[in-house]
């Protein structure tokens, strides 16, 4: 184990009817002015935004709409959250939505409360915000684990780039199944994906022997699996879908991470790849996971084969990663660059882009070279 610190900053409130239990409460102590986020509309088809903004007016709140978060939710939408924020003298976001409309508002958060540009200022100063608007989440579809975390995926469309940026972690997630099953079923499935995702990116990353973080992510994985096939049957499943929530804020609220390194390669490609073309997150993950394991494999193999015993009951590293690929299909998933819905036609070009930009990770089974990873999306091709 490495050295850490370790601090929970997100308080859970999860199951049914959690919004009419716990909402009203978990804002009492925040000003008047408070911020609702959320994406394209569905929250107004489903019921969600009606029954949240009734509580928040009850609870004697002005609320200020803060609508049309796109999913790979775009710096030009942060500022303008935060420019709506300061104007208003916003004193509490609420993101009422998926990973998308959850990560913009923590990024609008700390833009709220600075005249400095904050991707200049975290990408080339590498300063971070010390200073946030406080916000609270309302998981609407789960995967990301967005909800459990101080971390932000924003897409700069002028930079053409996708990344990482450092925020302050929602101050309470409200989490009830319920509110996911108006989810269309190909974004409920690859949520989930994602979800299994995190984990195997924490898993592969170097680690001590006999990790704890490496059992837990394993749990997690075979969890996740056993749930998807649970949905796949009947995508309804309730007791599925509260599962699998908890499993996403799991596989993300840090606690897999805590005194170790992660892997993470396939998530830069992706994020990379969601610059160039827009496609869904966990959409491209599916694509991608399989060609990068097949490169790796034999640099961890002990790792890959634990893996495949334990998630899918298979008896060897290699088994191990076609075993992932045949749940992949399993799922019907997209499996190649050409099934993603992609903004432009996926071409070589965009993907030696997607290469020669994404950040290349140094703590995994093996550094992969530029080319390399060129190589292998084209393998996905
Ligand atoms: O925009 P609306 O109309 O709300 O529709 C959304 C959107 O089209 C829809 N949706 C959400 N809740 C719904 C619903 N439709 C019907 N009923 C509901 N209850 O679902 C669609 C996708 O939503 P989105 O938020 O984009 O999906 P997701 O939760 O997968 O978030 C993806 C974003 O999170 C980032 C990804 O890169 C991507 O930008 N990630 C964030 C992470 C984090 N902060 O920890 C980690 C991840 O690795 C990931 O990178
Ligand atoms: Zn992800």
Redesign the pocket.
């Known amino acids: 184990m490495q050295k850490f610190v370790y601090e929970y900053a997100t308080k859970v409130y999860f199951g049914a009817g959690a919004v009419k239990k716990h909402l009203a409460q978990a804002v009492s102590g925040y000003g008047q002015n408070v911020m609702l986020a ?6 107004k ?2 019921g ?1 935004y009606d029954e949240v903004k009734k509580i928040l007016e009850d609870a004697g709140k002005k609320v200020f709409d803060f609508s049309g ?5 775009t710096y030009a939408k942060v500022q303008e959250g935060a420019g709506m924020a300061k104007k208003e003298n916003i004193d509490f976001i609420l993101a009422v ?7 913009c508002c ?1 990024i609008v958060a700390a833009q709220a409360k600075t005249e400095e540009d904050l991707w200049e200022m975290e990408m080339t100063e590498h300063k971070f915000p010390t200073e946030v608007l406080p916000m609270g989440a309302i998981v ?7 909800e459990m ?1 101080g ?3 924003i ?1 700069n469309e002028e930079k053409v780039t ?1 990344a990482g940026m450092a925020a302050a972690a929602p101050r309470f997630a409200i989490l009830d199944p319920e ?6 079923r190909m ?1 409920v499935i ?2 989930a994906f ?1 979800t299994l ?2 984990a195997m990116e924490t898993y592969f990353g170097n680690s001590d022997q006999d990790n704890v973080s490496d059992d837990v992510a394993l749990s997690i994985m075979r969890n996740t699996v056993v749930n998807m096939r649970r949905l796949l049957k009947d995508i309804n499943d309730v007791q599925a879908r509260g599962n699998l929530m908890w499993d996403s804020a799991m596989a ?1 609220n840090g606690i897999l991470k805590v005194g170790r390194v992660t892997d993470f390669q396939a ?1 830069q490609m992706e ?1 990379q790849l ?1 610059a160039y073309t827009d496609c ?3 959409q491209g993950l599916a694509v991608i996971h399989p060609a990068y394991y097949r490169h790796i494999v034999k640099d961890a193999e002990e790792k890959f084969q634990r893996f495949g015993k334990e998630v899918f009951g298979v008896d060897s590293a290699q088994a191990g990663v076609e075993a992932l690929a045949d749940f992949i299909k399993e799922c019907g998933l997209p499996t190649k660059m050409g099934e993603l819905k992609s903004k432009v036609e996926i071409t070589p070009e965009i993907l030696r882009n997607v290469a020669d930009t994404c950040n290349v990770i140094k703590c995994n089974p093996r550094e992969l070279s530029r080319d390399e990873i060129y190589d292998l999306l084209m393998e996905c091709m």
């Open positions: 959320y994406g394209g509309g569905s929250v088809k489903n969600i978060v796109m999913s790979n939710p939505g998926g990973g998308s409309v959850i990560d923590k609407t579809a789960s995967g990301t684990g967005a975390n971390g932000a995926v897409t996708k509110y996911t099953l108006s989810v269309p974004q690859s949520g994602d995702s995190h993300e998530h994020h969601g869904n997150h966990g």
